[in-house]
């Protein structure tokens, strides 16, 4: 079992509509936790930065994080086709400098 | 350039062939990843460097792979003897301070083995 679960998708939704990513993971030491969205032959770039629990909005994106659950969340309101892409959750603990990342969620918006 | 610049973009090698893949990160950079991302899958951690001292390789998956950043900024990813399982995109990622921070990522070399 990997430490970091993720839907691969593909996830299809219409313009406008709202967005939940997720992921599930194993190791209780994490303490960081992001998303990264990464395009087609592109790095992944960072959307959103949490560490511990809580949620953190920033635009049209909010991250939340539930460690009772070992589960973190990102949503996306009011998606755009430029939003299309694959969203990959990470995380890491204090004591390692290293992510580990989920395998991805593939996401499309239809225009 | 502004951003994490890996060289080459693509490469194509025979089985047993040696690579070497270059990563220029971000001017000033502290810290230094390698990691080997398999289609359809997430990044998956190599290696890092804080300045020019390699911290942690373990995720190095053989004694094929060999990482060097000498001179505490360009580092270059060496793979001997290359297998087809190698096929992948390395992707190197920078960040400004040595603590758990925003990793910058480049656009990946993408190795395939024949």
């Known amino acids: 079992q990997k430490e970091v679960e993720q839907d691969p998708g593909p996830l299809s939704v219409p313009e406008g509509a709202i967005v939940s990513l997720n992921c599930t993971y194993s190791n209780s030491a994490f303490q960081y936790f992001m998303w990264y969205r990464q395009y087609s032959r592109k790095g992944p770039e960072l959307l959103m930065y949490t560490y511990s629990s809580g949620n953190k909005e920033d635009g049209r994106f909010t991250a939340q994080v539930d460690k009772s659950s070992k589960y973190i969340s990102l949503f996306i309101r009011d998606s755009q086709p430029s939003d299309s892409a694959t969203y990959l959750c990470?995380?890491?603990?204090?004591?390692?400098?290293?992510?580990?990342f989920g395998s991805g969620t593939r996401l499309q918006v239809q225009p | 350039g502004a951003g994490v610049s890996q060289s080459p973009r693509y490469k194509v090698a025979k089985r047993g062939q040696d690579v070497a893949l270059r990563c220029d990160p971000i001017?000033?950079?502290?810290?230094l990843f390698w990691y080997q991302q398999a289609l359809g899958q997430g990044p998956e951690f190599l290696t890092y460097f804080q300045n020019e001292a390699q911290l942690d390789k373990s995720g190095l998956p053989s004694d094929r792979f060999f990482a060097e950043r000498p001179e505490g900024s360009v580092s270059t990813l060496k793979i001997q003897r290359t297998q087809q399982e190698d096929s992948a995109v390395y992707l190197c990622a920078s960040s400004l301070d040595r603590y758990t921070g925003e990793l910058f990522f480049g656009e990946g070399s993408r190795l395939t083995v024949l």
């Open positions: 990470a995380m890491s603990d204090t004591g390692r400098r290293a992510l580990t």
């Open positions: 001017s000033g950079h502290v810290s």
